[in-house]
């Protein structure tokens, strides 16, 4: 028997004869070689099968493999003798496990995306998502190492709960054994009841939205990490946001190269996520989009919607969508946040501004190339009385959120936190144009399957 060894490990065993289980990816065959693309997840070898050395009949065998046939391959490994770093198998015999029944779905044919996305338990095989992957797991690994490593504790908030946390409009609702009960839209809530025993604390789990947004960064299911610190202000909000961010992105910088090559990221625009992120307020961003305005009217190319009314000056109080984030964020080569958004646009949860009563202490981050809101958060009321009104003018029942008041009723203090969105974090430092790649099983709005 020879040892059984994986893609990524060959550089440790050239010159001994390995076996190498995975599936056919590819093949080029000529009369007397056949070049079989081996992947194992891992990574992807070329395996040469040579007439002389295999034989007829198993050389026959090899000529005749169909894609995503899987295989145990021994041979022995080979520096290749141009590209360093680059392994090969002289291939000694080989073994199929599983044969393709008909043909494979996926050819090296243009797919659209539909029949992709039809196809998404077989185009995880793909190397592009198998890239997306190993990305997506190294974010989560990082976000978890940072807030481990800065004294967090994790504490897990469910996902059936019986109120909204960010607003009635995107539940999913459910039956629980006779009563009504919603998907999470976030832990926040939970997270801060957490934060007044440990201090620092994040949850980390998939949260829920039920919008009717088809938009190219909008998920029905996807996942979401939350810390909350006890005795935080929105500028230690910022502050946090901004470091956890650096870290994240420079931990991929730093793990997934090949991974972001196989992606033809152009890696420079995350060399530049650096501290100190410009901070902006809400009302100098609209400031901003206001002069985009004057002159794309000067210009004349101000957008008529169908019904004939024509894009009107953004003014305070607007909220702002992809669009409004493109042009905001392209002043800037690295992450913007934007902070103290007029209180009417956010949740019932968060401080107003002592300076402006207008205003929400709130924050969102939003990520360079037109990524947008990666990051939205800040701080939360912690005055008993302008709670219980907030609760009230946002028509949400009071009788559910008795137990988030009691937060304010027993030892109330400032607190912070935010929520960072990981496909939209994904999209962003892959260079993605849709989150639909960033997750394994995407749910949108028109898909549940596979
Ligand atoms: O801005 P959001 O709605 O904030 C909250 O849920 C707060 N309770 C978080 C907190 O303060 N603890 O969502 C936070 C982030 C967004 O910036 C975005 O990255 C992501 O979650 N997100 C979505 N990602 C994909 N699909 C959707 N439908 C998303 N909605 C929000
Ligand atoms: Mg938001």
């Given at each position: 028997?020879h040892?059984?060894v994986r893609?990524a ?9 390995v076996?190498?289980r995975g599936w056919?990816y590819n093949?080029r065959a ?15 070898v ?11 009949a198993?050389f026959a065998e090899a000529?005749?493999?169909?894609q ?6 021994t041979g022995e ?6 590209q360093?770093?680059v ?8 073994d ?5 029944a008909?043909?494979y779905?996926i050819?090296p044919k243009d ?6 996305m039809d ?15 190993k990305v997506r797991?190294e974010?989560i690994?990082a976000i978890?190492d ?7 504790t994790?504490v897990d ?9 960010e607003?009635t409009?995107?539940?999913?609702e459910?039956d629980?054994?006779?009563d009504k009960?919603?998907l999470?839209q976030s832990?926040?809530l939970?997270?801060?009841a957490?934060?007044?025993s440990?201090?620092k604390v994040y949850c980390?789990?998939?949260t829920f939205r039920?919008?009717?947004s088809?938009?190219r960064?909008?998920l029905?299911e ?7 610190v ?7 909000d910022?502050?946090?946001?901004e470091d ?13 190269r090949e991974e972001?090559?196989i992606?033809?990221r152009?890696?420079?625009h995350l060399?530049r ?6 901070r902006?307020l809400?009302?100098d961003a609209i400031?901003?989009l206001q002069?985009a ?5 000067a ?5 008529t919607q169908?019904?004939g009314?024509?894009e009107?000056?953004?003014e305070f109080g607007?909220d702002?969508?992809?669009d ?5 964020s ?5 992450p913007?946040?934007?902070?103290r958004?007029?209180a009417?646009?956010?949740a019932?949860y ?9 205003l929400?202490?709130g924050?969102?981050?939003l990520a ?6 990666i990051i939205?958060?800040g ?7 302008t ?6 003018a946002h028509?949400?029942p009071r009788e559910?959120?008795e137990?988030y ?5 027993y030892?109330?203090?400032p607190h912070?936190?935010?929520?960072l969105?990981?496909?939209r974090?994904v999209a962003?430092?892959?260079?993605l144009p849709?989150?639909r790649?960033?997750?394994?099983f995407?749910?949108?709005l ?5």
């Open positions: 028997m040892s059984t893609v490990s060959l550089k440790d065993h050239v010159g001994a004869t076996t190498l056919l093949k000529s009369k007397k070689l056949v070049f079989l693309e081996l992947r194992d997840g891992s990574g992807i070329q395996a040469i099968a040579s007439l002389a050395d295999i034989g007829e198993k000529d005749h493999l169909a995503e046939t899987s295989l145990s391959v490994v080979r520096a290749h003798p141009k360093p770093g392994f090969e198998i002289a291939v000694k015999t080989f199929v496990i599983g044969a393709v008909g043909e779905p050819t797919h659209g995306t539909d029949f992709l196809h998404r338990h077989l185009w995880l095989r793909s190397k592009r998502q198998n890239a997306i992957l797991h974010i690994k978890r940072y807030f481990d490593g800065h004294d967090f994790l908030a469910p996902i059936f709960t019986p109120n909204a946390c607003g409009s995107t539940l999913f459910t629980y054994h006779g009960a919603y999470t832990g926040q939970y997270s801060e957490a934060a007044m440990l201090g980390f789990g998939p039920a919008e009717k088809k938009t960064r909008h029905a996807f996942w979401m990490v939350e810390p909350e006890a005795f935080m202000d929105l500028e230690g910022m502050a946090l946001a956890f961010l650096v870290s994240v992105v420079g931990r991929v910088l730093d793990k997934r972001l090559k992606l033809e152009d890696t420079s060399e996520v650096q501290g100190p992120f410009p902006v809400y009302e400031g901003v002069r305005w004057d002159a794309r009217k210009a004349g190319t101000l957008v169908p019904d009314t024509v009107r000056r953004p607007d702002f969508g992809a409004e984030e493109t042009v905001i392209s002043a800037y080569d690295r913007v946040i934007v902070h958004y007029p009417s646009l956010k019932f968060f401080k107003r501004d002592p300076a402006d009563a207008r929400a202490l924050m969102d981050v360079p190339e037109g990524y947008g809101e939205g958060g701080q939360r009321e912690d005055d008993l009385a709670l219980e009104a907030g609760i009230a028509k949400l559910a959120f137990w008041l009691d937060l304010r009723r030892g109330s203090v912070a936190g935010f929520g969105g990981v496909e974090t962003w430092t892959c260079g849709h989150v790649e960033t997750i394994p995407p749910r949108m028109n898909r549940l399957g596979p």
